[in-house]
């Protein structure tokens, strides 16, 4: 479980990306809402994976999480400095 949630946020992150880079308005939409859609589908699977944990191993394993998302928007955050700010829609930053 915890393997394909891993892999659903790294689809998450790649169709955001994407959304970024792209100029279509339409395209950008329809990237966003897959994103979010993988959003959803990450969260319902971490819920499952929580019920599962005893107290102890949840908190380690959401240091775990928040390190790994941290190293990856540090080192997207370099490679897209060149890059435009492009304004998100409000329901894509907001996904948790």
Same mark, same amino acid.
């Given at each position: ?42 969260? @319902? ?5 929580? *019920? &599962?944990? #005893?107290?102890? %191993?949840?908190?380690?394993? /959401?240091?775990? +999480? @928040? ?5 990856? *928007? &540090?080192? #997207?955050?370099? %490679?897209?400095?060149?890059? /435009?700010?492009? +304004? ?9």
């Amino acid at each position: 479980m915890i393997q394909r949630c891993h892999k659903w946020r790294q689809k998450r992150k790649q169709y955001i990306d994407l959304a970024r880079q792209t100029t279509d308005e339409i395209e950008r939409e329809r990237l966003l809402q897959t994103a979010e859609h993988y959003g959803r589908i990450v969260n @319902a699977e971490q819920g499952k994976i929580d *019920s &599962t944990r #005893d107290p102890k %191993e949840k908190a380690a394993a /959401e240091k775990e +999480i @928040a390190s790994i998302e941290n190293a990856e *928007s &540090t080192s #997207d955050s370099t %490679e897209s400095s060149d890059e /435009e700010d492009i +304004i998100l829609p409000e329901f894509i930053t907001n996904l948790n």
